[in-house]
């Protein structure tokens, strides 16, 4: 296929900046040209890797293989009803401008979660979430091509297993499929979800009401000074994900660390905030050559120019550690380490 590239750089297609290159390199713009290059010999024999906006993965290597960036576009409204717009988006969309788009027509659910890096096809892959607000609550089906055999197929929003930044894509499916597009069903109604107390505060200063377009402005300053703009300074978001603990664990911890910040999640369970613990090991600021824990939010490791991919994750073991020895607590990468 003509349009394969060889020995391509990824620098411009990660958002830590990383300078690594693919053996293989070729994009699709829909569903058809996608499976013609399933079809390709290439595809058949080396590893493949599907990617989307590249703000969740660390490149720790060159990529032996093939690396397919999916550019499906398309905006278009699928049904319509009293309450509610189901919309169907081309998985190679950028999340933030469906977000933009979604309050122009004054539609409400995803307004919480502006600004988040990356490209639609993402958004179920690993259930985005922030400002009190995750995916999985708009999602309704999702299409995808399987990789060995070319056939499409599409799955409803309980099929995905949607978890904490977890979803099938992660699990059963990883590595065997493509998302190719999502349908989302947004409320004609403001939801005007504002149980996050940073939005509350943010409107005040904003002084204005809450709408989905205000909300969605608070959320954009609420991140914008707290995370890095990846233009600006690499990063790929919270590296971590916030740890799940016993509950009663974290009373013990409580103990000896009264400001630890946890959330009760289930009768047993707590989610504590790895930025806090990360944070108060002292690390926040920490910088080692060109990698380093972000100054106003230590759940990011930053690149601040030149850093490989195994500097970061270098960075990342010896956070882990210092994690560890302190409260006893595991933290997992939240980013695709490759
Ligand atoms: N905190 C510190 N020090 C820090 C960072 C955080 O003490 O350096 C404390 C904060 O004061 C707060 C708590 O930790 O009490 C939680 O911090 P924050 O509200 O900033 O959120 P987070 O837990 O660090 C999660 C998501 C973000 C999402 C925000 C807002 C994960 C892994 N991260 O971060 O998502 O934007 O909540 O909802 O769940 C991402 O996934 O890439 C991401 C940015």
């Known amino acids: ?43 058949k024999t080396e590893p493949l890797f599907i990617l989307g906006g590249g703000s969740n993965i660390l490149l720790t290597q060159d990529f032996e293989g093939i690396v397919l960036a999916n550019d499906i576009k398309g905006i278009d409204i699928a049904y319509e009803d009293e309450q509610s717009v189901s919309i169907t988006v081309g998985a190679g969309e950028v999340w933030h401008d469906f977000v933009l788009w979604s309050i122009n027509q004054n539609l409400s659910g995803i307004e919480n979660l502006a600004l988040i890096p990356g490209l639609i096809g993402a958004s179920p892959m690993q259930n985005i979430g922030a400002y009190g ?19 499409k197929k599409e799955i409803t929003n309980k099929e995905c297993k949607f978890g904490y930044r977890n979803s099938i894509f992660k699990e059963e499916l990883k590595g065997k499929v493509v998302i190719t597009q999502v349908v989302y069903q947004l409320s ?4 005007n979800n504002i149980k996050y107390g940073a939005i509350t505060e943010e409107l005040k200063l904003l002084k ?8 969605a402005q608070a959320v954009i300053n609420i991140r914008s000074s707290k995370l890095p703009d990846p233009k600006v300074l690499g990063n790929s978001g919270s590296f971590f994900k916030n740890p799940i603990i016993e509950t009663s664990e974290f009373e013990k911890l409580k103990k000896e660390f009264p400001e630890m910040v946890g959330y009760t999640i289930s009768e047993s369970k707590t989610k504590i905030a790895a930025g806090w613990l990360i944070d108060n090991a002292g690390l926040k600021g920490y910088r080692k050559a060109d990698a380093g824990v972000h100054k106003n939010q230590a759940l990011v490791l930053v690149n601040y120019g030149n850093a490989s991919g195994t500097d970061i994750i270098n960075l990342a073991k010896e956070v882990q550690q210092r994690v560890k020895d302190k409260y006893g607590i595991n933290l997992d990468p939240e980013v695709n380490i490759l």
Request: a negative charge; one cysteine or more.
């Open 1 to 43: 296929m003509s349009n394969i590239q060889e020995d391509y750089c990824l620098k411009n297609h990660n958002t830590f900046g990383i300078d690594a290159s693919a053996k293989y390199f070729a994009s699709f713009s829909s569903e058809s040209e996608l499976i013609a290059l399933l079809r390709n010999k290439i595809c």
């Open 133 to 151: 607000t995750e995916v999985k609550d708009v999602i309704t089906k999702v299409s995808y091509i399987e990789i060995e055999t070319g056939t």
């Open 188 to 191: 004609k109604t403001p939801l």
């Open 208 to 215: 204005k009401e809450a709408s989905p377009s205000s909300i």
